[in-house]
């Protein structure tokens, strides 16, 4: 660990010279500092408000220095925020340092490509159109070396870091550092017009508000994604053997919608559906989901009550949407013959009946207690068989031109005991898994 934090910290101070190295030469008269400083506490101002209120980096100032101000002043910008932001760990000294090398080096660097394809004149002569080539390319010098740095840090941070390539770090961040370029440079063209510099400040409050409502989806979507976490957690830890099934089911629902055109929000509602379609098994007692060999009559009863306890467990979760009722009625069947309520045909919701082809194919080719894993061919014949009476023909359909496209590769495997050699499956299995 010491060897590891040295190696960071090493790191870390060879940026730091490197960043110093390209401050000089500085600006020479009060005047010409007159800028840089007015732009770097707008930039602390911005980092602080917007790393407080929502964890994330504010670039537009920032980029603004490096289309107004020559590389060595751009510099300058990013420094005072990075010194004196707040550090919640240490070392804190290493990590003030890196945070205002690391934009220090990037604004240079952006400023230096932006003054090479002559995008200062065109900002001073307040000529916007023309003005985006050049600050399109600054922009991605400035992610560029962003992502060589985080990697250059990552690498001297990790014992054994795995080859990882720089294009998906630079991809993702592109976007959004665009977004922040493009505010950016409408600062720095309203900077040199005669309106001034007060102008310029009139961007970033369009700028904080949209960060804000981007900020809040964020949020809303990761308090999401946690009640959906806890939920599956619970009921991998009641039903150990079954581990793992949910996701396989989300990531089966979401090829079967993806095959059948659907958009991607509501592709996200069926990979919820998925997910979550045997949540109610929190209410069936864990003996019963356990249990080696086949269920009597009064306890497959008890099972199927699973869907309707699920259904009141996530009634008052608005954003499932009719995910809700995916895991009240995918047990339903085509014929009329399933459970809770024995719908039939279209009265069954499409969502519950892509969730049913779901749930069947991952029961098949996974491990339980009571069965052996099949091949995913046998599990698709079986399907293919069961199509017009349990399962919709167009879902099963669906399933398998996605699955010869793609082949199966679920993210997670169901945990199979060691000591525990299951019986042969049961045929045959259309459904009346647990």
Not at 132 to 143: D, K, N, Q, S
């Amino acid at each position: 660990m010491d060897a590891v934090l040295a190696r960071a910290r090493g790191y870390v101070a060879a940026v730091a010279l490197w960043a110093a190295l390209c401050l000089p030469p500085l600006p020479a008269t009060p005047a010409a500092w007159a800028a840089p400083a007015l732009l770097a506490v707008l930039y602390a101002a911005g980092e602080h408000a917007v790393h407080r209120r929502f964890g994330g980096t504010f670039y537009p100032v920032l980029l603004a220095g490096a289309f107004l101000l020559p590389p060595s002043a751009a510099a300058l910008v990013a420094v005072p925020a990075g010194l004196l932001s707040p550090v919640d760990h240490r070392p804190a000294l290493t990590r003030r340092v890196w945070r205002a090398a690391r934009p220090a080096l990037a604004v240079w660097a952006a400023a230096r490509v932006h003054g090479a394809f002559g995008g200062r004149d065109a900002v001073a002569a307040s000529d916007f159109p023309y003005a985006l080539l050049p600050a399109g390319a600054a922009v991605l010098a400035f992610c560029l070396v962003l992502t060589v740095l985080d990697g250059g840090l990552r690498a001297a941070a990790g014992p054994a870091p795995p080859r990882r390539s720089w294009h998906g770090p630079l991809a993702r961040s592109l976007a959004p550092v665009a977004t922040h370029g493009l505010a950016g440079l409408m600062m720095a063209v309203l900077w040199r017009s005669p309106y001034g510099p007060v102008s310029a400040l009139l961007v970033l409050l369009p700028m904080y508000v949209s960060w804000w409502v981007f900020a809040q989806y964020h949020r809303e979507r990761a308090a999401h994604q946690a009640t959906i976490r806890a939920l599956v957690q619970a009921v991998d830890i009641k039903d150990g053997y079954t581990r793992g099934h949910s996701e396989r089911v989300g990531q089966a629902s979401v090829l079967i919608a993806r095959e059948l055109g659907m958009d991607d929000e509501r592709v996200e509602v069926l990979r919820f559906a998925g997910i979550l379609h045997d949540v109610g098994k929190l209410g069936v007692p864990t003996r019963l989901l356990r249990k080696d060999g086949p269920l009597t009559p009064e306890e497959r009863r008890i099972i199927e009550l699973h869907p309707e306890y699920g259904h009141e467990m996530v009634r008052g979760i608005s954003f499932l949407g009719e995910a809700r009722k995916a895991i009240l009625h995918h047990h339903e069947r085509l014929d009329g013959s399933g459970y809770p309520y024995g719908l039939a045909g279209d009265g069954i919701p499409e969502c519950a009946r892509i969730v049913a082809v779901a749930d069947a194919f991952d029961a098949m080719t996974s491990t339980r207690s009571y069965s052996r894993a099949r091949p995913v061919a046998a599990a698709v014949a079986e399907l293919e068989r069961c199509a017009g009476a349990h399962f919709d023909p167009r879902m099963v359909g669906a399933l398998v031109r996605a699955l010869r496209r793609t082949g199966w590769h679920p993210a997670v495997t169901a945990d199979e005991p060691a000591h525990r050699t299951p019986p042969a499956p049961r045929t045959p299995h259309t459904g009346a898994h647990r």
